[in-house]
C-alpha cells in the first residue's frame, strides 16, 4: 500500500514536472514569435530609414514635408518594436523567469524607444541607423539562441 501511495506520488510529480515543461516550451515559442516579428519590422525600418537618409541627402539636407511624414510613419514601425518587447517582458515576469532574457527585451524596449524618438525628430543619420542595426543584431541573437535552446525535459534543459 505505502508503495501505491509513493509511485502515485511519483507520477504526480512527473506530470506535474512535464506539464511546467511543457509551460515553458510554448513560452519559448511565443517568445520567439515575438522576437522574430520584431526583426521583420526591425529591418524594414532599418531599411527605410537608409533610403529616406539618401533621399534627404539628394535634396541637399533640406526635409521636405514628405520627408518627415516618412519619418514618422518609421516611428510609429518603431514603436510596434518596443510594444512586442513590452510584451515579452509582462509574458517572461507572469511566467517568473525574467532574468537574462528579461533584460534583453528591457534593452530592446528602450532602444526602440531611442530609435522612435529620433525617428520623430527626423533624425535618419548615422547615429539612428548605427543603434537600428545593433536591435537587428540583437534580435537575429536572441531568436538563433531561442532556437538552439533544448526543449523543457530534454537533457541539458532543467
Known sequence: MARTHTLLAC??????AEAQGQAV?????AVLVRAERMLA?????KEKTARLDRDIGRARGRIELAHAARANHLADR?????????AVLKMLQ????????????EQVRADAGNVRARL????VG?????IEADLAETLAEMIEA?????????????
Open 120 to 123: 520623430g525628430q527626423v533624425d
Open 41 to 45: 519590422i526591425q529591418m524594414d525600418v
Open 25 to 29: 516550451n510554448r513560452l519559448d515559442e
Open 78 to 86: 518603431e514603436g510596434e518594436v518596443g510594444k512586442e518587447a513590452g
Open 126 to 130: 548615422a547615429a539612428t541607423q548605427s
Open 11 to 16: 507520477l504526480c510529480l512527473l506530470s506535474a
Open 146 to 158: 531561442l532556437k538552439r535552446r533544448p526543449a523543457a525535459g530534454a537533457p541539458g534543459r532543467q
Open 94 to 105: 507572469e511566467a517568473g523567469v525574467a532574468e537574462a532574457l528579461g533584460e534583453v527585451f
